[in-house]
């Protein structure tokens, strides 16, 4: 390929979007024509992208008509619609939704992490792991890489904006109303003073945590809780890894943390754990608690990769250690996983080996 | 014992103080004088208690004359140097500080569940567990008692009342000059706006979550980590029970919540889970995650029992739950346990079995 690949950003107005046009402006400049993508409502807006504004476009089968890879950014309802046929129209999709996570002939790819897993993609589709995922696999993957993984268990305090933008409308208004008051010493008194300005959650969230995020599931599991197994069973290719988490959602507008309580196969320091978080990409080791170096949402969001302190050995178990971690859900959890996964694809059309790469007329063959 | 036991609160003037005389004024009425006792800077105040305003005198010997039950509400620093002296002077002390809790003479007691431990009493003091701990023992004991106990791991969602009325005051301040901005998207920006005002904490607790609470031990593990682990192990009866711990402080003025993971001897079930905990002391299950039943700290706050929601039994571990509770830690977690305590002691002194108690006079004779 001679010209450079064409991008669309599907998904150019949302939360995630706008964040990925700003990494698309900052990042080495790997892409040709982007186009600007959304839904009809928001056709015509102009946005900045590589210092130029240009002209979002209505999404149809023409908007997709000459792309090379297409970043998905919408949610799944509309990905598991309009992915297949920006496939068929001959790009590889970047789906950052959960319409195909689970799917078998989807690649869920970390490239980080199983860089490898891209390649293979028989409907041309690569999906990006939800935020939650992401925010753990960075540093949970390399610990796996040196001590073979055989269980976690998980606690979320999760951010509002991954909840998309209504949430941290929400969230701002909660804030204003109970600001300035004595409340939340009563029974229900923060929800009489949030009235109906509840977002698309289930109880306030100004001075409150809410342990819930998702849709219901069988068990009393949420979809979220069930996502964080399965996708980093199929991220890290442990089919049969124990996986337990119980997700909630507190009052930080953006960054994801995580209490990580994970065994190895093999016994564990605090040494070892410390060398290879330190070394690894995507990873920044900030653990002194005596300095109170300690990662929190406040200090990393805005940042690219995640952030882990606390890491201490199980004191009960010679193969356990707990750990906690910090990552931006709209960057590595969102747009830059997918910008990462994107620009290896654009990488690989580059590349003189290209021809036989899996990309394009493939579909179904591999 | 004719005369109904005169009580000393040793602390009246602080926040646990506060909810101490609200439930001495609210339950049956089993004590004789009740004398409010705080630090001299305090001596003079009045504070009402049954109905009546009653002067607060000094800390002091004399101050402790007399006294059958003293519940002290202070700084561990103020009962080590004080509960010896009121247990001196015949008084049975109920501290719930840390300074006694891990000694293997004093009796660390939740009446719900070791309420046999309170006879035993060689220093003549009784200690009140961490309010953390007491978020949870009392879903994790009648559990235990079922299907016994093999191993937690608990993350915490603890609420800043715990950590004192400055801590209060701080997160107070800080939710004023957060809301109405946009501020908790830019790296700091949340830390420049609240600038000096982090009262007790080492970063922001509005729009953040802060993965530490306690002082620094080995291992990097917090004092108060460490605390679940020993006080669990000392009420549970289980001296080799495996526990892991990460605390994190989130926005939240008062009302604890825990995150869970709970491995059992035997297979669970959730609905005999749920049986149990509905028909347990101290506890109230809330439970039906289609109808957001679950609990929340803003609904939990000013009530006294442990609300558990999210009742999972893990999916790769027949013998596990996975659970989410939330209590008030200024009442079960603090005052409304130590008030149980004294409540059983004065039942104690005033039982015709009395002669044969080891209240008084018997200090290490037991």
Tied chains: 1, 2.
Excluded at 94 to 109: G, H, I, K, M, N
Excluded at 156 to 178: E, F, I, K, P
Excluded at 298 to 313: C, H, I, L, S
Excluded at 357 to 364: A, E, F, M, T
């Amino acid at each position: 390929m001679i010209r450079k690949p064409a991008l669309a950003v599907v998904g150019a107005t949302g939360a995630v979007g706008a964040v990925m046009l700003q990494i698309v402006s900052q990042h080495e400049d790997v892409w040709g024509d982007v186009r600007l993508v959304a839904s009809p409502r928001s056709a015509g807006r102009k946005l900045a992208v590589r210092g130029e504004e240009t002209e979002v476009v209505a999404l149809s089968e023409e908007a997709l008509e000459g792309i090379d890879v297409a970043l998905f950014l919408v949610p799944a309802e509309v990905s598991a619609q309009w992915a297949p046929i920006a496939a068929a129209k001959g790009a590889v999709v970047v789906d950052s939704s959960a319409a195909f996570r689970a799917d078998a002939e989807v690649p869920l790819v970390v490239p980080e992490i199983n860089p490898h897993a891209l390649r293979v993609r028989p409907r041309g589709i690569v999906a990006s792991p939800h935020d939650t995922t992401l925010a753990m696999i960075p540093a949970i993957g390399a610990l796996h890489a040196e001590f073979g993984l055989d269980e976690l268990v998980v606690s979320s305090y999760q951010a509002v904006s991954g909840a998309g933008r209504d949430a941290v409308a929400a969230l701002r208004t909660q804030m204003s109303l109970v600001a300035g008051t004595e409340l939340g010493t009563g029974p229900g008194d923060v929800r009489r003073a949030v009235g109906d300005e509840l977002g698309p959650f289930a109880a306030p969230l100004a001075l409150n945590v809410v342990p819930w995020s998702g849709t219901v599931e069988d068990g009393g599991w949420s979809s979220e809780e069930l996502g964080l197994r399965a996708e980093t069973r199929k991220i890290l290719g442990l089919p049969s890894l124990r996986v337990s988490a119980t997700f909630v959602r507190v009052p930080v507008i953006t960054t994801h943390s995580l209490a990580v309580h994970a065994r190895f196969e093999s016994e564990v320091t605090v040494e070892r754990a410390h060398d290879i978080l330190a070394t690894s990409p995507a990873v920044v080791l900030y653990d002194d608690p005596e300095a109170a170096d300690f990662p929190t949402p406040a200090d990393v969001v805005g940042t690219d990769p995640t952030w882990v302190g606390r890491v201490r050995r199980a004191m009960d178990d010679p193969c356990a250690l707990d750990l906690f971690l910090c990552a931006d859900n709209l960057r590595k959890g969102a747009a830059l996983n997918s910008a990462q996964i994107a620009e290896a694809v654009a990488a690989e059309l580059a590349s003189p080996a290209s021809p036989g790469n899996p990309v394009r007329g493939r579909s179904g063959s591999l």
